[in-house]
């Protein structure tokens, strides 16, 4: 019993062989450092810059929204973080779900892949309704009129739409369609549009500057019933706040910080492209780091802009900027930021319909879905069938469903692989070897005509599978937690690093949980949750520090995390916490989602995947020098069985 157990927990933590020396990607390598840039731009960049900046400043920050921005930004930078390193490491599709299976295993990157496929539908049907609805907001309601009048859906339950959002559906089929042709085709209208959005925020931007005033940046209890003449403390308390720069105080600002946090979700989109990035290694981590920071400005701007044209508390949470151009008598300008917020939903649009398919396609190739849907038209270089099947199953939901109600669930699947991302990044940099073999490097440098970069081909570590004979096996003791023998990775700091990483995740998770569920008593100093915080916390700490003891790789990497082990854990906590915020309603969804997936990995999954149909080759054909596991000189079935 014990034996089969312990072979079942070695199945779902396998982890994927990373093979460098097959064919070259059967992708198309034609996007620049420009491309992704613009890619990540434009999916992170969406219309919410035309909305949510009015909203968040109306009713949770007033004109400390840059500052929500600013925390929000430094967040979900230090999940670009992460994956700016994993896209210098590995050069293959598959985003956070290829760097879960080749670091904790397969039963997480298939939670993380089937969770990404729901974020990135959910998103695409979201966004094709929310571009239908803007563009029938512009000619006066007609098309929703017409639709209503003659194609009501009028069921109980709140699960169908008032109506079948025809324009959204066409939208969807007409992007899928462009994405089938090419990826070529599929860059250039994006950096098209992803330009008209950024010329129509930069025009906000100047004209807050021009007409703004920054006596709106230090209103008064006066200004505010001057204005309305509201007198009553408790509506006051609820629209003005204290007045100033921060009328809502310190927890507006982070409450508005997490609303904001959701704003720069996109970039990940960046990490897909590895297959058809010019030079990937150098490229994403650059394109990474590049859209958020042109991301933090615009948001920056455009709120700054705002608050400053017009007084927060008489902000429109609907169409702010429109308004706040009539405010200051620029009434036409509302065309123009009606032209940019079309062209931000379109590049939204096609941000997360992008990496949809290429997820899927990975997943396919892996065998943990259907294999069909790894089909890869060889004109176009495109997966074809996962492009169509996703790009049907989301605009059938555009066309039917009311998403209001689903839209938290895309929060699940992106804070959970930003977290698993981050855990990854901490568990590789402490293992000994490398993760791709000189030959990958090699080739990758041919592909940009000889142009020599620094690459994880050579982990310039003393300990590799030459000299693993001549080292004798070391035995756990207390002391090497602390006290590590070498100041190279070793497969024992390796083990004890995977180990710590398993139990600060759970520890992090503990931690958030209690915050999130007893803030209120926390913030009265109600003893025993204080207590429970502080211990959690210090058992935290001390993980952390057992992990900081421990010796990094030095292996050459053309972009990596700085400040181990402390960012990628304070990413986790930031994600987890997030995920935490959401509603019992979400998490039931979830649970129900999660229990399709489970179904297929399952009934089809575990045991068609590529690493099981490898499994049994491996026990009788001895490795060779081109196929390489997870840790060139590691051995895997020591740190086999832990995962955080």
């Known amino acids: 019993m014990v034996d089969k157990m312990a072979s079942v927990g070695r199945m779902l933590l396998r982890r994927r062989v990373l093979d460098c020396s097959g064919e070259e990607t059967r992708f198309a390598r034609c996007l620049s450092t420009l491309d992704l840039v613009a890619l990540g731009v434009g999916s992170t960049l969406g219309a919410g810059v035309y909305v949510l900046a009015g909203e968040v400043a109306r009713e949770k920050a007033g004109p400390a929204i840059v500052l929500c921005f600013l925390v929000a930004a430094l967040s979900s930078m230090l999940a670009g973080l992460c994956y700016a390193e994993f896209g210098a490491r590995v050069p293959k599709t598959g985003s956070a779900y290829l760097y879960s299976y080749v670091t904790v295993g397969e039963i997480w990157a298939f939670i993380t892949g089937w969770n990404l496929i729901l974020s990135y539908v959910i998103g695409t049907a979201s966004v094709a309704r929310a571009w239908s609805s803007t563009f029938d907001n512009l000619i006066e309601q007609k098309i929703s009129s017409f639709f209503k009048s003659f194609m009501a859906m009028k069921v109980p339950g709140n699960v169908l739409a008032e109506y079948p959002d025809l324009f959204a559906l066409v939208l969807i089929l007409l992007l899928t369609g462009l994405l089938a042709f090419g990826v070529s085709e599929s860059a250039l209208v994006n950096k098209i549009f992803t330009g008209i959005n950024l010329v129509v925020l930069g025009f906000v931007i100047m004209s807050g500057f021009v007409k703004g005033n920054t006596a709106n940046w230090n209103l008064t209890l006066d200004n505010f019933i001057n204005d309305t003449n509201i007198t009553s403390p408790e509506k006051v308390e609820n629209s003005f706040g204290s007045g100033g720069f921060a009328p809502f105080g310190f927890s507006g600002i982070l409450s508005g910080a997490a609303t904001c946090f959701y704003a720069f979700v996109g970039f990940d989109c960046i990490a897909t492209t590895s297959e058809e990035a010019k030079n990937p290694m150098r490229s994403i981590p650059v394109g990474i780091v590049a859209s958020l920071l042109i991301c933090f400005f615009a948001y920056f701007g455009v709120s700054a802009a705002l608050t400053l044209m017009m007084p927060y508390y008489k902000l429109n949470t609907q169409s702010p900027l429109p308004e706040a151009f009539s405010y200051v008598g620029w009434a036409p300008a509302r065309y123009i930021v009606a032209a940019g917020s079309l062209c931000a939903l379109s590049t939204s649009l096609l941000g997360s319909m992008f990496p949809m398919p290429r997820v899927i396609y990975a997943m396919a190739e892996d065998g943990l879905l259907f294999r069909a849907l790894s089909s890869m038209n060889k004109r176009t270089r495109t997966p074809l069938l ?259």
């Open 386 to 644: 996962a492009t169509v099947v996703s790009g049907f199953v989301a605009a059938l939901m555009a066309f039917l469903f009311d998403l209001a109600a689903l839209v938290d669930l895309m929060s699940i699947g992106t804070l959970l692989a930003y977290s698993l991302v981050a855990v990854c990044v901490l568990i590789l940099r402490y293992q000994p070897g490398t993760l791709n073999s000189s030959s990958q490097s090699e080739k990758l440098v041919e592909l940009v005509g000889g142009e020599k970069v620094a690459v994880s081909g050579d982990s310039g570590d003393e300990y590799s599978p030459d000299s693993e004979d001549h080292i004798p096996r070391e035995k756990f003791s207390a002391k090497l937690l602390l006290v590590p023998s070498r100041d190279v990775p070793t497969k024992m700091s390796g083990t004890i690093v995977y180990a710590t990483t398993a139990i600060i995740s759970v520890l992090i998770t503990l931690l958030c949980v209690v915050l999130a569920v007893n803030l209120d008593e926390l913030m009265v100093g109600h003893p025993i949750w204080v207590t429970v915080c502080i211990v959690l916390a210090l058992l935290c700490f001390f993980c952390v520090i057992i992990i900081w003891r421990q010796p990094e790789s030095k292996e050459a990497l053309t972009f990596k995390v700085p400040l181990l082990p402390w960012l990628p854990l304070f990413s986790v906590f930031v994600n987890i916490y997030l995920m935490m915020q959401l509603d019992l309603a979400t998490w039931c969804r979830f649970a129900v989602w999660m229990g399709i997936g489970f179904l297929i990995y399952f009934l089809y999954g575990i045991w068609n995947s590529t690493e099981a149909l490898n499994s049994n080759l491996r026990k009788y054909v001895p490795s060779t020098k081109n196929k390489s596991p997870i840790y060139l000189g590691g051995d895997e079935s020591e740190v086999e069985g832990i995962s955080p």
